[in-house]
């Protein structure tokens, strides 16, 4: 595969701000290795900052974990106990780019490092331009879909239970899936 240096086609050059009304910070993960459950955080932001060589492009992004939201009251609070995100003493995860690669004109790989629980890991995140408008008010808008995947168990969020059929209460892998809508910055 030839090496792409240029930013992506449809991302244009500046610095991008999440517009958080039209994106979402969501994950899935296993619920006793038989169904996903899916959820949201609502207090995040973002920015992009993206140059002529995609190589010097910059991501990076905080998110409140309290605002974990699976539409179950009981397990959101859980989720924001000790047992997992522990969002008194660990408020924000965090994410900044260390290199971004593009694979082709739409997609690009953002390697980074995510800060969760306390711990700092290096993930690689894919994102793929959905494309690139000028909204009724004049705002030059992108908009992107990021994937990726963690592992719970890497950042010290160990909690599970053994069930009798031999699955886990809750996945290790976390898949995560950013809809990102963001607005160019004067």
Known sequence: MATVTSAPALVPTGTWAVDTAHSKAGFAVKHMGIATVRGEFTDFEGAIEIGDDISAAEVHGS????????????????????????????????????HIAAVDGETFAITGDLTLHGVTKEI???????????????????????????????????????????????????????????????
Do not use: C
């Not at 409140?64 to 179950?72: G, P």
């Not at 959905?130 to 890497?154: C, F, H, K, M, Y």
């Open 63 to 98: 998110v409140k974990v309290a605002s974990v939201d699976t539409s179950e009251e009981g397990r959101d609070g859980h989720l924001r106990s000790p047992d997992f995100f522990d969002a008194e003493a660990y408020p924000e995860m965090t994410f900044a780019s260390t």
């Open 124 to 186: 690689v995140l894919h994102a793929e331009v959905q494309g690139a408008d000028v909204d009724p008010w004049g705002n030059d808008r992108v908009g992107l879909e990021i994937t990726g995947q963690l592992s719970r168990g890497d950042y010290g969020m160990k909690f599970n239970q053994a069930l009798g059929s031999g699955n886990m209460l809750v996945g290790d892998k976390v898949k995560l899936a950013l809809d990102v809508s963001a607005i160019k910055q004067a």
